[in-house]
């Protein structure tokens, strides 16, 4: 369905529309750019205003959460689901809420990992790879 919604032009209702079905949760005013990926797309809860650019996957086999006014630069992975390290057990999934406060900014190419709470206002820098939580209005990079 995603491929078919990204062959859709910005601004067309039907997109939309698409969209408000395809999530748990679709707020107003959103933007999801072009090559968007997701797993299954009812475990993404998308707030207002929000701007998604292009190539952005989340791997929703648990909850995602957005908030408002959240922006996320191109080839960002969101990730609420991995593997143990063990590799007798790298079979198992490990599967964890990602919570994205309002007014959150994702650099490219950034990633999140299951069971991260980036809190209000927080920057994080094009490249960082986010395993822990993150304070309000802190800027993380790296």
Request: charged share 20%; with cysteine; proline share 4%.
């Amino acid at each position: 369905m995603i491929k078919q919604v990204n062959k859709l032009p910005f601004g067309n209702p039907r997109r939309d529309k698409i969209f408000a079905k395809l999530f748990g949760k679709y707020g107003e005013r959103n933007v999801i750019k072009d090559n968007f990926i997701c797993n299954f797309g009812s475990n993404i809860s998308i707030g207002n205003g929000c701007y998604i650019n292009h190539g952005v996957t989340i791997l929703d086999s648990y909850e995602v959460e957005l908030g408002n006014n959240v922006f996320i630069a191109p080839h960002v992975v969101i990730s609420a689901v991995t593997h143990p390290q063990d590799a007798n057990k790298r079979r198992e999934l490990i599967i964890k809420k990602v919570t994205i406060e309002d007014d959150v900014w994702i650099g490219a190419s950034a990633v999140i990992m299951p069971g991260v709470t980036l809190h209000k206002g927080a920057i994080i820098g094009a490249g960082a790879v986010v395993t822990k939580d993150v304070d309000e209005y802190t800027v993380v990079a790296g």
